[in-house]
C-alpha cells in the first residue's frame, strides 16, 4: 500500500492567513492525489481532485499542486470556515490511503 | 442533490454482528464505484471496501473475511455487513461515491459503530 504522510500534524492561525500544508506520498502517484476538509462532527467534503483541479462550488482561495511524491494545499485567506482538519489521499492504486490529517487551529 | 444517508449504527458486543445501509438519492449508484470509509475517534481516513459497476467487490486486509459489501440497485442503497466485529472496529462509517482509482466526491453524514462488551 501507498503511505501518505502529511505535516504539519497541526497548525495555528488567524482569519486572513495564507496557510500551506504539505503531503508526501511513499511512491510516485503522478498527479493522483486529492484534498478534502472536515469540519468538526461532519462528513470530508471533496476540495481539490487531481492535485490542482478544483472541485465544482469550492473556492478559489483553496489551490493545489505537485506531482510524483510531493504535493502541497494552500489556503490563500484562510476564511471562520477553514479551521478544520484537511486530509490528502491517492488515487493511483488500490487501496486508497489517506494522509493522518492536518488540523488547523485558531491562533 | 446528491445525497447519503448512512443508518444501522450502534453499541454491540465484541463478536456480534451489524449491518450498514446507505440510502443514495439524486444520482443511481450502479454505475457507480462506491465505498465505504471508516474514521476511529480522534484517528484518520480509513477505506474499508469498495464496489464497482460490475458487481465486484473489495476490501482493506484489516476486514476481510469479516465485512460483505453489497448493492441493491431497485433500492438504490449500499449495505455493508460487519460480522466478528472487534474493538477495533469503533468508529464512524462514511458512505461514499468513489474509490478504488477515483476520488470521493460525495460522502453521507456517518454512522457510529462501536464495539464494547
Known amino acids: 500500500d501507498i503511505q501518505m504522510t502529511q505535516s504539519p500534524s497541526s497548525l495555528s492561525a488567524s482569519v486572513g492567513d495564507r496557510v500551506t500544508i504539505t503531503c508526501r506520498a511513499s511512491q510516485s502517484i503522478s498527479t493522483s492525489l486529492n484534498w478534502y476538509r472536515q469540519k468538526p462532527g461532519k462528513a470530508p467534503e471533496l476540495l481539490i481532485y487531481?492535485?490542482?483541479s478544483l472541485q465544482t462550488g469550492v473556492p478559489s482561495r483553496f489551490i493545489g499542486s505537485g506531482s510524483g511524491t510531493d504535493f502541497t494545499l494552500t489556503i490563500s485567506r484562510l476564511q471562520p470556515e477553514d479551521f478544520a482538519t484537511y486530509h490528502c489521499?491517492?488515487?493511483?492504486?488500490?487501496?486508497?490511503?489517506f494522509g493522518q490529517g492536518t488540523k488547523v487551529g485558531i491562533e | 442533490e446528491v445525497q447519503l444517508v448512512e443508518t444501522g449504527g450502534g453499541l454491540i458486543q465484541p463478536g456480534g454482528s451489524l449491518r450498514l445501509s446507505c440510502a443514495a438519492s439524486g444520482f443511481t449508484v450502479s454505475p457507480y464505484y462506491m465505498s465505504w470509509v471508516r474514521q476511529a475517534p480522534g484517528k484518520g481516513l480509513e477505506w474499508v471496501s469498495g464496489i464497482n459497476s460490475g458487481g465486484n467487490t473489495y476490501y482493506a486486509d484489516s476486514v476481510k473475511g469479516r465485512f460483505t459489501i453489497a448493492r441493491d440497485n431497485s433500492k438504490n442503497t449500499l449495505y455493508l455487513q460487519m460480522n466478528s466485529l472487534r474493538a477495533e472496529d469503533t468508529a464512524v462509517y462514511y458512505c461514499?461515491?468513489?474509490?478504488?482509482?477515483?476520488?470521493?466526491?460525495?460522502w453521507g453524514q456517518g454512522t457510529l459503530v462501536t464495539v464494547s462488551s
Open positions: 461514499a461515491r468513489g474509490g478504488y482509482v477515483y476520488y470521493f466526491d460525495n
Open positions: 487531481s492535485s490542482s
Open positions: 489521499q491517492q488515487s493511483y492504486s488500490t487501496p486508497p490511503t
